[in-house]
C-alpha cells in the first residue's frame, strides 16, 4: 500500500514542475503516516 502511495508521489513530482508544492505536501503527510505505521 505504501509503495503504491510513494509510486504515485514519484510519478507525480517528475511528470509536472507545477505540482512541486501539492508533491512537497503529500510527502511530509505520507511520511507522518509511515511514522505512525512503523510504531505499531
Given at each position: 500500500m505504501?509503495?503504491?502511495l510513494v509510486g504515485i508521489l514519484v510519478a507525480t513530482c517528475q511528470g509536472e514542475?507545477?505540482?512541486s508544492l501539492?508533491?512537497?505536501e503529500l510527502k511530509r503527510q505520507l511520511?507522518?503516516?509511515v511514522d505512525q505505521?512503523?510504531?505499531l
Amino acid at each position: 500500500m505504501i509503495d503504491v502511495l510513494v509510486g504515485i508521489l514519484v510519478a507525480t513530482c517528475q511528470g509536472e514542475a507545477s505540482v512541486s508544492l501539492f508533491c512537497f505536501e503529500l510527502k511530509r503527510q505520507l511520511q507522518q503516516l509511515v511514522d505512525q505505521v512503523s510504531k505499531l
